[in-house]
């Protein structure tokens, strides 16, 4: 499926490095999330955007900045960080957070090693 | 937050029906309840989405008791494919705080054997 696009696929940086993920949605979407998922822990919700607007941060350290330029660009702008922020980046986009029967799509992710 | 206790793992061989149960005892009146089904190294993909009794689509069936306690997804004649992380989530879809039903917890990881 390609209605989910993210970029680059893998990422190796170091603590001292700046770089940012990109996520693309082509479904017309308004609502986009990032999630983060570690090695044998749940998928966490990192943050959520309605209509380009940040709607939740789920108590993200300040070392992950957000942006979203339009309804279908996300980015994730990362500083600063550390070996244990090495995860599986997540974004995903549904409709917008007002339907009854809202469902998300997700990207292939990010795969980023921190060194 | 309408909290969600699945089984950590369950196993299955081909051809085979699987019935995974999801527990959700506080959840609220305008909660919907959807399942995901996540393969390594993937995003979560969507499976089927129900408020009461049952759904049915080419995948699933969802099948929703009257108190809406729990739910049970069944996945008919599974194949070694369909290994993957099974995750049931609840949460109002009408708006608000988006935190309750994006709340995907550990899952269950379905194993299916030959």
């Known amino acids: 499926e390609t209605g989910v696009t993210q970029t680059p696929r893998h990422l190796v940086m170091g603590m001292t490095n700046k770089k940012s993920l990109k996520c693309e949605q082509h479904?017309?979407?308004?609502?986009m999330y990032w999630y983060k998922q570690s090695a044998k822990k749940p998928l966490e919700l990192m943050f959520v955007y309605n209509f380009k607007e940040q709607t939740e941060n789920n108590s993200v350290p300040s070392r992950f900045s957000p942006e979203c330029p339009n309804s279908s660009h996300l980015f994730l702008h990362l500083h600063t960080l550390q070996p244990e922020d090495s995860a599986l980046y997540l974004c995903?986009?549904?409709?917008?957070?007002?339907?009854?029967?809202?469902?998300?799509?997700f990207g292939p992710g990010t795969r980023l090693t921190v060194l | 937050l309408a909290k969600t206790t699945q089984p950590i793992s369950m196993d299955s061989y081909e051809g085979q029906e699987v019935n995974i149960t999801c527990s959700h005892n506080?959840?609220?009146?305008?909660?919907?309840i959807t399942w995901y089904q996540q393969f390594p190294s993937q995003g979560p993909r969507f499976i089927i989405q129900?408020?009461?009794t049952k759904v049915t689509n080419e995948v699933a069936s969802l099948f929703i008791p009257a108190d809406r306690k729990s739910s049970t997804l069944s996945l008919p004649r599974v194949s070694l494919s369909d290994t993957a992380v099974y995750y049931c989530?609840?949460?109002?879809?009408?708006?608000?705080?988006?935190?309750?039903?994006?709340?995907f917890g550990r899952g269950t990881q379905l194993t299916v054997w030959p």
């Open positions: 995903a986009s549904s409709q917008d957070l007002q339907g009854n029967t809202d469902t998300q799509y």
């Open positions: 479904l017309g979407h308004n609502a």
């Open positions: 129900g408020y009461k």
């Open positions: 506080n959840i609220a009146t305008n909660d919907y």
């Open positions: 989530l609840v949460g109002d879809m009408g708006g608000g705080s988006t935190l309750g039903r994006l709340y």
